[in-house]
């Protein structure tokens, strides 16, 4: 079957009687959203500060294939398999974007036996928190260009304007638009542009707030543009936008609790892009987690040079979050792919390819023990044309590392073909007492810290910049330099050109941009050529979804 008829023909329970079943938490503590999902309230997530945390496994992945590697489906896996064992465990995840729900990635709710239900609504408007999003960062732009209209007494200039308006969509057209057209009714005619709801400094904020009283303060700091001749920032509380903006989202903050297939709590919250901002769900939902189980697996999005990157460099250092182990998920295909091997061809055994191709998971795994300094283990992930010998070669080539290397069918078995790798991250994770790293100091200056991440994650000589650009990380670097950074990169590939594949060294990281997110707390590197509005493929995912004459969704993936 496929995923989403495998989600539809699953035996959920009711979200309110399993809370209460797992965890104890009282129904008054819920508010459902129909009879399989449900928001904690943030009283109840409060009542919880003085119990000891549970520990915390982060799953990332080699770098992203059109064959496809399944880390969210082995994070759904893994909790599953940690409950199989005895060991309580909840999975925290990013919510999808409709943006390659519709385009060409598809939803990100698992997959197989290993998913998170109800599949559909997840992929689709879920709770609503997008739209919450998506409305609190346009009616900050509303407000920006009205204030311009009725006078101006900030002394905005319109052309230092520097926040754009969002939409949830892959919609290339937005990018580069004119607004204000039609006469003076409408305001003065300047360029702006539209961004995706998931790159959205609104969302970064989302994620990263500990409170509603923290997401408020956040949201007041951001810096929306310039004052003529000066150039002072204006930020979001001069135009009285933040308290507004906060009454759209004080529903949306409280964690959304659904379950697995196989009828395991799962907290659904937040979802940056890892390639445009931050990649991980939000810190109010893992630090909930980690209150209610002793086990919480979450993910970063992409490969571990962005998404594991900016959790240890950004959540982790902003939350205090100490995550005990990683998995690094991989598929013989992947690498056979990172070895050159076309598409098409990648159900064909090739030894040599996946050799090839090895050079991938090696510097993923590198980063992983020494720059994050945490206890990695490897995930393969089973695809039915995966032969014994490429297996045993891939197991064999990660031993070789000093590292270990489990195989895991959870997309066919769901928890139950993962136990193996359950015990092993248990056993890793109970022993640890090593506290992470990070790759770059606080104090070190905002170029330093985007030079630390392109030489020693990316295998890059170095990076570079523009006069313009450079000039604008100086000014930067005068009052934000003790922010983190959140490079804006490719994830295809550790350069910026998506083409290059598996492990290039040596190349240039050039810095196209740089972006204030002072509200989030850190400084956005366009590194390349970095769309922070990304387009529909030729084929779009959303020609295939439909709904058939019962009602049901179906082409959704």
Not at 124 to 136: P, S, V
Not at 529 to 553: C, H, Q, R, Y
Request: glycine share 10%.
């Amino acid at each position: 079957m496929s995923d989403i008829e495998i989600a539809q023909a699953a035996t959920k329970r009711r979200i309110i009687e399993l809370a209460d079943a797992q965890f104890g938490i009282e129904s008054e503590h819920l508010e459902p959203y129909g009879h399989y999902k449900a928001k904690l309230s943030l009283d109840y997530i409060d009542s919880l500060r003085d119990k000891a945390d549970g520990k915390l496994i982060l799953v990332t992945a080699v770098s992203p294939t059109p064959a496809g590697e399944g880390k969210t489906t082995t994070s759904v896996g893994l909790s599953d398999g940690l409950n199989r064992i005895g060991k309580q465990s909840i999975v925290c995840l990013r919510e999808p974007s409709l943006g390659p729900c519709f385009g060409m990635k598809g939803g990100a709710a698992g997959g197989g036996y290993a998913q998170v239900v109800p599949m559909e609504d997840i992929n689709l408007h879920f709770t609503g928190d997008f739209h919450a999003i998506g409305t609190a960062h346009n009616l900050l732009s509303a407000l920006i260009d009205n204030h311009i209209h009725h006078g101006n007494k900030l002394n905005i200039d319109p052309r230092l304007i520097a926040w754009k308006r969002v939409v949830d969509m892959n919609d290339r057209a937005l990018r580069d638009i004119v607004v204000g057209l039609g006469g003076t009714a409408n305001g003065f005619s300047r360029e702006d542009g539209y961004d995706i709801t998931v790159a959205s400094e609104v969302m970064a904020i989302f994620c990263l707030a500990t409170s509603l009283h923290d997401l408020r303060e956040r949201l007041g700091n951001i810096v929306v543009a310039y004052t003529r001749g000066e150039r002072k920032p204006v930020i979001a509380s001069d135009l009285n936008a933040h308290g507004a903006m906060a009454a759209l989202l004080k529903d949306a903050i409280k964690p959304n609790v659904v379950q697995t297939l196989e009828n395991n709590i799962a907290f659904v919250h937040g979802g940056p892009f890892a390639n445009i901002a931050h990649g991980c769900n939000s810190v109010t939902a893992t630090k909930t987690a980690l209150k209610l189980a002793d086990y919480v697996v979450t993910e970063a999005g992409f490969g571990a040079d962005l998404g594991a990157e900016k959790f240890i460099d950004i959540k982790c250092r902003m939350a205090g979050l100490e995550p005990q182990a990683v998995v690094l998920v991989a598929t013989i295909r992947a690498l056979k792919y990172h070895g050159g091997v076309a598409k098409d061809a990648l159900n064909k055994e090739d030894l040599a390819a996946l050799e090839r191709g090895m050079v991938n998971l090696e510097r993923h795994l590198t980063n992983i023990t020494q720059h994050y300094g945490l206890p990695a283990v490897v995930s393969i992930n089973h695809f039915t044309n995966d032969t014994d010998a490429e297996v045993d070669l891939l197991k064999s080539k990660v031993e070789a590392l000093g590292g270990v290397a489990v195989v895991a069918k959870h997309w066919a078995d769901g928890g139950a073909g993962a136990e193996e790798l359950a015990r092993t991250v248990a056993d890793i994770v109970d022993k640890q007492t090593q506290r992470h790293t990070y790759v770059y100091a606080e104090t070190d200056s905002l170029w330093d810290k985007m030079n630390a991440i392109a030489t020693k994650i990316y295998g890059a000589s170095g990076i570079s910049a523009n006069t313009k650009v450079h000039a604008e990380i100086k000014k930067l670097n005068e009052h934000y330099g003790n922010f983190p950074v959140c490079m804006a990169k490719t994830q295809m590939s550790f350069s910026t050109d998506p083409l290059l594949i598996g492990a290039p060294s040596g190349h240039n990281v050039e810095i196209s941009g740089v972006r204030l997110s002072a509200g989030a707390r850190f400084v956005v590197a366009l590194a390349g050529n970095m769309m922070t509005m990304p387009g529909l493929p030729v084929s779009p995912a959303a020609e295939k979804i439909d709904v058939d004459k019962g009602g049901n969704i179906i082409g959704l993936f």
